[in-house]
């Protein structure tokens, strides 16, 4: 997978840069942020001029590793009023506030930034639906940059609001063990979600997804989805309000499979037959 993302990444930012204005981007303002978000790469690199190269590595790693681990493939919604809602594939999303100041430069405070360092961004490039931020962050006489890549995610009657409350009901966490039907109403929401979540990802042109943020026991293969195997420590039973109702929903999962004759073809465009694929499995239910 990792290669393929990597061209196609690549493609994206060819295709961005055409046009008269490609070296310097289009002009960036507080308004341009306001929407949902994705962040498809963080890429990092250095300049060391301390000579303590082990010393900087060990520094580097223990920043860049929850960055990589909860900010790629992250969804973020950037409110006016200066609250940013962020979705790194948990149940519950994480809330913070950022403001845009008069050097052009974003700040952005919750959870993982929560550092001053970590924390501002200058806004490298920005072009029509793509924006390139970059954070400097100084370890006394060594300096890492941080590049994040971020894509807008259009909403339209194709594409879902994925931070449309509708969509995240399931996200309320339940306060009992639930009955049946409440627990196959929960499990639907939960598919519907994801098949709004690959039309984000196919509608707008994001480079790839990342499986392990998905909260659903569900394999996808090349021309395929399948039932993966139940495993009580799986991050996706947090959705149920215990063990006991997250089997149930594996059972019920399995049964809807069961139910399901044949598999959409959208002319070997994967993306586009898992968001058909999901909503079948939901209505089997």
């Given at each position: 997978m990792k290669p393929v993302f990597l061209f196609l990444f690549a493609v994206i930012l060819l295709s961005a840069c055409n046009g008269d204005n490609a070296e310097t981007g289009?002009?960036?303002?507080?308004?341009s942020l306001i929407g949902n978000w994705m962040m498809i790469r963080v890429i990092q690199n250095a300049k060391?001029?301390?000579?303590?190269s082990d010393a900087f590595h060990d520094y580097k790693d223990s920043v860049m590793a929850p960055l990589y681990d909860n900010l790629e493939m992250a969804a973020f919604r950037f409110q006016p009023s200066g609250v940013v809602t962020i979705d790194e594939g948990k149940v519950e999303k994480i809330t913070g506030n950022w403001q845009f100041n008069d050097k052009s430069e974003l700040l952005m405070q919750y959870k993982y930034l929560i550092q001053k360092n970590k924390s501002l961004f200058a806004v490298k490039r920005y072009?029509?639906?793509?924006?390139?931020?970059e954070n400097v962050?100084?370890?006394k006489e060594d300096t890492m940059y941080?590049?994040?890549?971020?894509?807008?995610l259009r909403v339209n009657d194709t594409i879902p609001d994925l931070f449309d409350p509708a969509l995240n009901k399931w996200r309320e966490r339940p306060q009992q063990s639930e009955s049946d039907e409440a627990i196959k109403l929960r499990l639907k929401q939960v598919l519907y979600y994801y098949s709004a979540y690959f039309a984000n990802i196919s509608g707008n042109e994001v480079p790839y997804f990342n499986i392990t943020k998905i909260l659903a026991p569900i394999k996808f293969y090349s021309g395929g989805i399948g039932v993966?195997?139940?495993?009580?420590?799986?991050?996706?039973?947090?959705?149920?309000y215990d063990n006991q109702d997250a089997k149930k929903a594996h059972v019920m999962l399995n049964q809807a499979f069961d139910n399901i004759k044949g598999y959409p073809d959208q002319?070997?465009?994967y993306v586009k037959e898992y968001i058909v694929a999901l909503k079948l499995v939901a209505d089997a239910l």
């Open positions: 289009l002009p960036f303002t507080k308004d060391i001029l301390s000579g303590n072009w029509h639906d793509s924006l390139e931020l962050i100084d370890i941080v590049d994040y890549y971020l894509v807008k993966k195997r139940y495993k009580e420590d799986d991050d996706w039973t947090k959705v149920f002319g070997r465009d």
